[in-house]
C-alpha cells in the first residue's frame, strides 16, 4: 500500500521556521518526481516547489523563492520542505504529492501528481 505521510506543521509567529516532512512507503521514492503544494480556505491548491528523482534539480513558486527550500533523501525515502521566513500568507494546508512519470500537463500543476499525502496544517500569526 502506498503511503505519503506529511508532519511537522504547526502554529508559529509572522518570521518563524519549520520544516515538513513527507516519508513514503509502497513505492520505489526515487523513481517519482515528487512535490509539494499547499491549500488555504476558500483557495484553490498552489504549487509551492518541487524536485526531480535526484533531488539536483529543484524548482519553486515565485513566493517560496529564496524563503523555502527543498530536498529529498532517496535513502530514507522522505521529501523535505524547508520554510523560513514564514508570513500569514502562508498558512494553509502543506501537500506532499509524488508522480513516477512526466507528461503534457505542467508539474506546476496539481493534475500532473498522481499520488498525494493527508496533509498538514501549517498556521503563521502575525
Known amino acids: 500500500q502506498v503511503q505519503l505521510v506529511e508532519s511537522g506543521g504547526g502554529l508559529v509567529r509572522s518570521g518563524d521556521s519549520l520544516r515538513l516532512s513527507c516519508k513514503t512507503s509502497?513505492?520505489?521514492?526515487?523513481?517519482?518526481?515528487m512535490a509539494w503544494f499547499r491549500q488555504a480556505p476558500g483557495k484553490e491548491r498552489e504549487f509551492v516547489a518541487r524536485?526531480?528523482?535526484?533531488?539536483?534539480?529543484?524548482y519553486y513558486a515565485d513566493f517560496a523563492e529564496g524563503r523555502f527550500t527543498v530536498s529529498r533523501d532517496n535513502a530514507n525515502n522522505t521529501m523535505y520542505l524547508q520554510m523560513n521566513d514564514l508570513k500569514p500568507e502562508d498558512t494553509a494546508v502543506y501537500y506532499c504529492?509524488?508522480?513516477?512519470?512526466?507528461?503534457?500537463?505542467?508539474?506546476?500543476?496539481?493534475?500532473?501528481?498522481?499520488?498525494w499525502g493527508q496533509g498538514t496544517q501549517v498556521t503563521v500569526s502575525s
Open positions: 509502497g513505492l520505489t521514492f526515487k523513481n517519482y518526481y
Open positions: 524536485v526531480t528523482w535526484s533531488g539536483v534539480n529543484k
Open positions: 504529492a509524488a508522480t513516477p512519470r512526466l507528461g503534457s500537463i505542467p508539474l506546476s500543476s496539481a493534475d500532473a501528481f498522481d499520488l
